[in-house]
C-alpha cells in the first residue's frame, strides 16, 4: 500500500477502545470487495485492506453494503467476508450490512454477524417492495431481537422507503436503533432529527455532503472514497466536525470531484477504479454491474490521477 509525505497517518477520530467502542462513530470505510479477473474474491487482499484503512486513521470498515457487492455473493461468501474484516481489525472496528428482502433474512445475517465477532450493524428498511410504516418498524423489531445495536441506513433511492425523521424518533424511542445513515443528501435531516430524537446519532451517508453534515452534527461517516484516500478522508471528517470549514474546503474542493460519484449509479466501479490507480486492489465488478463507459472512466482517471498528485494516497 502507498504512503505518501504530504499526509502523516493521523490518530484515529475516536478515542474510545475495546468495549466501550461504538462501531459506527468516526470515518468508517464501506468498504469495497477486491476480486479477482475471474470474479472469485481475494479475500487475502480484503484482509489486508481492512487493515490498511485502520492503520491508516480510519475508525473502522462497514463490509457487506452496496459498495461492497453483498448482493451479489453468495451466503458463504457474504459469511466470510465478516468473519474476515473482524479477524483483520476486531469486532468494535466493524459494522456488517445486513440488508435483505425481508426482517427474517436481516435476522439471519445479524446473529451471524454477532457470531463472528461483531458488536453492530447497518440495516436498511425492507428492499423488495414499497414497504408502509408498520411494516418498516416491524423489520427494525423483528432484526432488533439478536440483540446488537442497529444503524438505520435511510436510503430512499434504492429502497422506496423513506425513513422520515419522525419515523426514526420513533424507532429510536422503541429502543430499536441507535444512529441513522443519512444517505438522501439533505442536511436539513441532521437538524430535525436532532429536534425529535436528541440522542440518536447521525451519520454522514454520502461523500459529497460530508462537510455540510459534519457541520450539522453529524458523529460519523460511512465513507466510500475512503478507500482510496482514508487518511485525507479523516483530516476532512475532522475539521467537519470540529466546526472548521477554513480548513475543510481545500481538500473538499479537491475530492469533491469523486466524492460526488458515490451517489452515482456507477459508484462500485468508479471506487474500484480509483483504487486500481492508486495502486490497491479494487478489480472487476460482479453482474449486473457493467465496466464503465469510456467517458466515465475518463472522467474518474482524470479526477483521481489529480487527487494522487496532490499526494492525497
Known sequence: ????????????????????????????????????????????????????????????????????????????????????????????????????????????????????????????????????????????????????PIVAYNNPF????????????????????????????????????AELAPGLDVLIGSDDVALEFGLAGAVGWIAGYANVFPRASVELYRAAVQGDPRAALPLYRLLHPLLRLDARTEFVQSIKLSMDLAGLRGGPCRAPRLPLLPEQEAFVRESTEKALAEGLN
Open 158 to 193: 434504492d429502497t422506496k422507503v423513506d425513513l422520515t425523521p419522525r419515523l426514526l424518533a420513533d424507532l429510536y424511542e422503541e429502543g430499536l436503533v441507535v444512529g441513522v445513515k443519512e444517505f438522501t443528501g439533505d442536511v436539513r435531516r441532521a437538524y430535525e432529527v
Open 1 to 148: 500500500m502507498s504512503t505518501s509525505p504530504h499526509l502523516p497517518a493521523p490518530e484515529r477520530s475516536t478515542p474510545q477502545d475495546g468495549a466501550d467502542r461504538k462501531p459506527w462513530h468516526g470515518v468508517v470505510v464501506a468498504t469495497a470487495l477486491p476480486l479477482r479477473e475471474d470474479l472469485s474474491v481475494d479475500f487475502d487482499a480484503y484482509a489486508e485492506h481492512v487493515r490498511w484503512l485502520v492503520d491508516s486513521g480510519c475508525d473502522g470498515v462497514c463490509p457487506n453494503g452496496s459498495l461492497g457487492e453483498y448482493q451479489s455473493l453468495t451466503p458463504e461468501e457474504r459469511a466470510r467476508v465478516v468473519r474476515v474484516a473482524v479477524d483483520a481489525v476486531g469486532g468494535d472496528r466493524v459494522l456488517p450490512g445486513v440488508a435483505a428482502y425481508g426482517a427474517a433474512e436481516s435476522l439471519r445475517w445479524t446473529e451471524q454477524a454477532a457470531e463472528a465477532g461483531a458488536r453492530a450493524v447497518m440495516l436498511l428498511p425492507p428492499n423488495s417492495y414499497r414497504a408502509d410504516t408498520r411494516t418498516v418498524v416491524d423489520h427494525y423489531r423483528t432484526v432488533a431481537r439478536a440483540g446488537l
